[in-house]
T-cell receptor, first 114, second 118 residues
């Protein structure tokens, strides 16, 4: 069975500081990994994804994540936080079981202080 | 191109009443998913349609929930009768047909339908 664990339901950083949102997954087969972001009063939108190939993937708005198979992790980072990054972030795992089924973590709400 | 649209955006009903949520996926997306998020918890999978067929409905909580996708276009999710624990945000998502590896598994979400059962 798949599962996704996001460490920290809330993360607070100062503007300009490093953003690190942690995600660990369990999957019996190589997964596809995603980070989605939800801004207030909006639906989730894709931030970045890992399917195959390079393990460091870059997404929108300066975010990136690294797939580490040995650690079963897919942590999300951004070198310098901006006020507009305040949102809720969801890590997700997908695998093809005859149809793609995506499992989400509980989400991490990012607060950015001026 | 229109995104995934959901209606209503917010519904407040009393316990025992019926509510029907609607989702219009992106045109051409064969895959349609329903998810639910209860406050503060994970986004939980409910079911998956491929065109008009239910591919996986393992996440449906009980038989008070009925999902349909007639003609393989829009989908409805009916809750009848609603209970207090059904409150939450119901998300619909769609994705490309299976086999398009480039976008394998990427979901396009609607803004959600917030259901409050009093």
């Amino acid at each position: 069975a798949q599962s996704v664990t996001q460490l920290g339901s809330h993360v607070s950083v100062s503007e300009g500081a490093l953003v690190l949102l942690r995600c660990n997954y369990s999957s019996s087969v190589p997964p596809y990994l995603f980070w989605y972001v939800q801004y207030p009063n909006q639906g989730l939108q894709l931030l970045l994804k890992y399917t195959t190939g390079a393990t460091l993937v870059k997404g929108i708005n300066g975010f990136e994540a690294e797939f580490k198979k040995s650690e079963t992790s897919f942590h999300l980072t951004k070198p310098s936080a901006h006020m507009s990054d305040a949102a809720e972030y969801f890590c997700a795992v997908t695998r093809n079981t005859g149809g793609f089924k995506t499992i989400f973590g509980a989400g991490t709400r990012l607060f950015v202080k001026a | 191109e229109a995104g995934v649209t959901q209606f209503p955006s917010h519904s407040v009903i009393e316990k025992g009443q019926t509510v029907t949520l609607r989702c219009d996926p992106i045109s051409g997306h064969d895959n349609l998913y329903w998810y639910r998020r209860v406050m503060g918890k994970e986004i939980k999978f409910l079911l998956h349609f491929v065109k008009e067929s239910k591919q996986d409905e393992s996440g449906m909580p009980n038989n008070r929930f009925l999902a349909e996708r007639t003609g393989g276009t829009y989908s409805t999710l009916k809750v009848q009768p609603a209970e207090l624990e059904d409150s939450g945000v119901y998300f619909c998502a769609s994705s490309q047909p299976i086999g398009k590896r480039e976008v394998a598994g990427e979901l396009f979400f609607g803004e959600g339908s917030r259901l409050t059962v009093l």
